[in-house]
Nanobody, 122 residues
Framework: QVQLVESGGGEVPAGGSLRLSCAASGRTFKTPVLGWFRQAPGKEREFLAAITYSGQSTHYAESVKGRFTISRDSAKGMAYLQMNNLKQEDTATYYC???????????????WGQGTQVTVSS
């Protein structure tokens, strides 16, 4: 089993930045790919970014490429999503998830955190 806990959400003005954290525990070596997703009210869950266990390979959705950066410190069981130049449309609940599979396949994640709310105000 793998447990994931997100933190770092909050309210930020448009143009601001936030760094989300994901604390992973359990058999994390069994789920080497970690991803970030978000879901806004009334919308489908959206893939944002993923990273391998080593942190050397990453994959981004076009919608956030250049504004969001995923990183990972597997030795500490931590992953991060640095979000810059935030826009009101970034308002959503953000989730981290883990799986054993392809970095470039945006589904089939096995384990999910509870989410952290990000609100971008005008």
């Amino acid at each position: 089993q793998v447990q994931l806990v997100e933190s770092g959400g909050g309210e930020v003005p448009a143009g601001g930045s936030l760094r989300l954290s994901c604390a992973a525990s359990g058999r994390t070596f069994k789920t080497p790919v970690l991803g970030w997703f978000r879901q806004a009210p009334g919308k489908e869950r959206e893939f944002l970014a993923a990273i391998t266990y080593s942190g050397q390979s990453t994959h981004y959705a076009e919608s956030v490429k250049g504004r969001f950066t995923i990183s990972r410190d597997s030795a500490k069981g931590m992953a991060y999503l640095q979000m810059n130049n935030l826009k009101q449309e970034d308002t959503a609940t953000y989730y981290c998830a883990a799986k054993d599979g392809s970095l470039f396949v945006r589904d089939k994640y096995e384990y999910w955190g509870q989410g952290t709310q990000v609100t971008v105000s005008s």
